[in-house]
């Protein structure tokens, strides 16, 4: 495949790549039921979340990304002067090459699709290789996707741990890793020997923060919400809300809506056999989540019931949580919500920073104004955690956004996609200069032997505001830059004196 890219023009064409992006399209919008069943057999999936949360999404980004490649693919103009006066010069988006892409489990559609358009519509050629753990839904999705695309620029390896450790000893021009941390570290480490850069999307402790000015009849709406946040997919989703921090006046409260939303309307009776509630994606998960409920010192208070045989575990809230439980020292990645009471925010943002720090989502419940300008508690939250992103009074609504960079930060990843950012991911921006012959005589001053016109002219041509400044030595610099009469007046004088000493020199 490599050696296909190179030796192939086919993929820099926009017309090329519209038409494979088509296929994949129609492969999706005619293999959705499908989809929706390999997904149930795999992990107990409602057809409905499937529809919903993946398939849905993945085809708006698709379509968002056919309607705006023609755009996106143009070259940027470069502004510098006088260097621009006599030659274009732009920046030209380049495919990388051939991209690694290796997708998790618990969303495997929606994950697999994002980055693969976007590699696609980029130009380049992608290995890809889907999660071992959804064996019904990676065997359809290969089969659907390599009879849509051809061969000769998408391919896909199946397997486990040893067909990922055989792809990561080749050299590709990129490689995104969307899972967990670990696995993360390992693919970066072995990219690092050969300079490969990498997209990692991981995940982290994501906090729903319900703060003091939250009014008591907003209340029942914020549990229903983080209770969806934290239980769909069985809470194996990379911003689900991982874990509440609530001020004390307003905790009895909220756990009482959240007990509710739970048992009344959203989970109500579910069991092992419900088929709209997903389970957990294997027997090693369901025994790790089991080992953290019996160890967490917790009080449940709703939930608490699990079932081997069917990798069951109903969705359980824990009150009374310190931040030293079972439940607190990793993602927990199921449907375990434990609660934690604060009564000083600084003392609670202290804690996240120190044992849980740059989650990829954090939100933020608030009855005052949503503005952080005019919150000052919302603005200490946003400005004490750095999170992959941040929504205020719901949750997860970023993740669908097509045309808004989705990652992480720190520990919870680093690069971002989606839209116009999974095109700019896979692509190199080029620098291009298209020089003349004609204007040799203006360059006379770069050639030896030097003098003092010639120095100057390199000053003049380089400091456009020829040595004049809109700030002062001391005093609060103008945040808003220069004013335009100044911008035009410095440049007059700058190219005038660029003339002059063009002039002294010939």
């Keep these: 495949m490599v050696d296909s890219f190179h030796n192939s023009k086919k993929t820099h064409s926009v017309q090329y790549r519209l038409n494979q992006l088509r296929n994949v399209y129609f492969a999706l919008k005619d293999n959705g039921d499908e989809i929706a069943e390999a997904l149930e057999k795999d992990f107990s999936r ?33 502004p510098d002067l006088p260097q621009t006066m006599t030659c274009p010069v732009y920046v030209e988006k380049i495919p990388l090459g051939v991209v690694l892409i290796i997708s998790p489990f618990n969303y495997p559609l929606l994950l697999s699709v994002g980055a693969i358009i ?3 519509a980029a130009g380049n050629c992608v290995v890809f290789k889907p999660s071992e753990l959804t064996p019904n839904f990676s065997k359809l999705f290969t089969e659907i996707m390599s009879a849509a695309l051809d061969d000769d620029i998408f391919y896909v390896v199946n397997g486990g741990i040893q067909e990922t450790t055989a792809l990561l000893e080749q050299k ?15 693919i970066a480490k072995k990219a690092a020997e050969t300079l490969t850069p990498v997209l990692l999307e991981l995940g982290g402790k994501s906090p729903a923060f319900v703060l003091e000015d939250v009014k008591d009849k907003d209340l029942a709406t914020v549990a229903r919400r983080i209770a969806w946040g934290r239980f769909t997919n069985a809470g194996q989703t990379c911003v689900a809300v ?41 027997d090693r998960a369901f025994e790790n989540l089991v080992k953290i409920l019996k160890q967490s010192k917790g009080r449940v208070v709703t939930g608490g019931t699990h079932n081997a045989a069917a990798k069951y575990i ?80 719901d949750v997860m609504m970023h993740v669908p956004l097509t045309s808004a960079p989705f990652g992480g930060i720190g520990n919870s990843g680093q690069g971002a996609y989606h839209g116009i950012y999974s095109f700019r991911a896979f692509s190199h921006e080029r620098t291009t200069i298209e020089a003349a012959f004609w204007n040799e005589f203006a360059m006379k001053a770069r050639y030896p032997p030097y003098n003092e016109d010639k120095d100057k002219l390199f000053v003049a041509s380089q400091r456009r505001h020829n040595g004049k400044v809109w700030f002062g030595r001391t005093g609060d610099v103008p945040k808003n830059g220069p004013s335009s009469l100044f911008t035009i007046w410095t440049g007059i004088a700058g190219f005038s004196a660029v003339l002059f000493y063009v002039g002294a020199i010939l």
Aim: hydrophobic letters at 35%; charged letters at 25%.
């Design 118 to 120: 976007g590699a696609l």
């Design 314 to 393: 109903a969705p359980t809230i824990l009150d009374n949580v310190n931040w030293d439980d079972s439940t607190m020292r990793g993602e927990i990645f199921g449907p375990l919500l434990p609660i934690i009471t604060y009564s000083n925010l600084d003392e609670a943002l202290a804690n996240i920073r120190e044992r849980c720090d740059t989650p990829l989502a954090q939100y933020v419940f608030t009855s005052g104004n949503t503005n952080r300008n005019k919150n000052k508690e919302l603005d200490t939250i946003l400005t004490r955690i750095r999170s992959g992103a941040t929504v205020i009074n």
């Design 172 to 186: 590709f021009d990129k490689i995104m890793y969307t899972g967990n941390n670990m696995v993360g570290t390992i």
């Design 242 to 282: 991982d874990y509440v921090l609530v001020h004390e006046t307003k905790k009895a409260a909220l756990v009482k809506h959240l007990v509710a939303a739970v048992e009344e309307t959203l989970f109500k009776d579910v069991d092992e056999n419900d088929t709209n509630y997903t389970h957990i994606i294997h």
């Design 46 to 78: 409602s057809a409905s979340e499937t529809r919903n949360l993946e398939l849905g999404t993945s085809l708006t980004e698709v379509v968002h990304t056919m309607s705006s490649l023609h755009k996106w693919v143009q070259p940027d103009k470069v």
